[in-house]
Antibody
Framework: EVQLLESGGGLVQPGGSLRLSCAAS????????MSWVRQAPGKGLEWVSA????????YHADSVKGRFTISRDNSRNTLYLQMNTLRAEDTAVYFC?????????????WGQGTLVTVSS | DIQMTQSPSTLSASVGDRVTLTCRAS??????LAWYQQKPGRAPKLLIY???RLESGVPSRFSGSGSGTEFTLTISSLQPDDFATYYC????????FGQGTKLEIK
């Protein structure tokens, strides 16, 4: 059974940094592209960042480009999101999501999410 | 960037109704479209991919159609468990989600 467990969320001041982790199990982590998707309170889903199976290519939404970095450690079956220069509008539940294949396709499994609150 | 627009934003319906949700893309995405169901406090769940392919384990009352820029998700006979928010997502060029359709009980 595929399991994705996010951690690292919490309260951070504007301008601060936070690193999210997503521990994966139940599948061959190194064979799949992965993404982070967020959901602000009471709002819809917003794709944030994607990373290829071999970590050679990354993509970020314009809203986070230059501030967020997605990475992975295939030896630890873990996905990361380094978030810098955080803003109030980054407040959201952050989900990690597994792509159906090694390519950038739909997400067939999601974690339960971790809440990031940016506030002074 | 590809924009996705869902309609309606909210839909009120009754158990047993047949409902259709619409998703429009700002440019052609071929059939690179997925539908997800989300309940409050839960992660999204994949229902449909490649516009019309039913994910394993999803009830057959769910169906998807369309290509290019116009897509629909149909629930043939609403069940109590179906009241939720539904999102479409394009994966032709990176990813974009629609703003969601909340399906509520009439």
């Amino acid at each position: 059974e595929v399991q994705l467990l996010e951690s690292g969320g919490g309260l951070v001041q504007p301008g601060g940094s936070l690193r999210l982790s997503c521990a994966a199990s139940g599948f061959t982590f190194s064979s799949y592209a992965m993404s982070w998707v967020r959901q602000a309170p009471g709002k819809g889903l917003e794709w944030v960042s994607a990373l290829s199976d071999d970590a050679d290519s990354t993509y970020h939404a314009d809203s986070v480009k230059g501030r967020f970095t997605i990475s992975r450690d295939n030896s630890r079956n873990t996905l990361y999101l380094q978030m810098n220069t955080l803003r109030a509008e980054d407040t959201a539940v952050y989900f990690c999501a597994k792509a159906y294949s090694s390519g950038y396709v739909f997400f067939d499994s999601w974690g339960q999410g971790t809440l990031v609150t940016v506030s002074s | 960037d590809i924009q996705m627009t869902q309609s309606p934003s909210t839909l009120s319906a009754s158990v047993g109704d047949r409902v259709t949700l619409t998703c429009r893309a700002s440019q052609s995405i071929s059939s690179w479209l997925a539908w997800y169901q989300q309940k409050p406090g839960r992660a999204p769940k994949l229902l449909i991919y490649k516009a019309s392919r039913l994910e394993s384990g999803v009830p057959s009352r769910f169906s998807g159609s369309g290509s290019g820029t116009e897509f629909t998700l149909t629930i043939s006979s609403l069940q109590p468990d179906d009241f939720a928010t539904y999102y479409c997502q394009q994966y032709d060029t990176y990813y974009t989600f629609g703003q969601g359709t909340k399906l509520e009980i009439k």
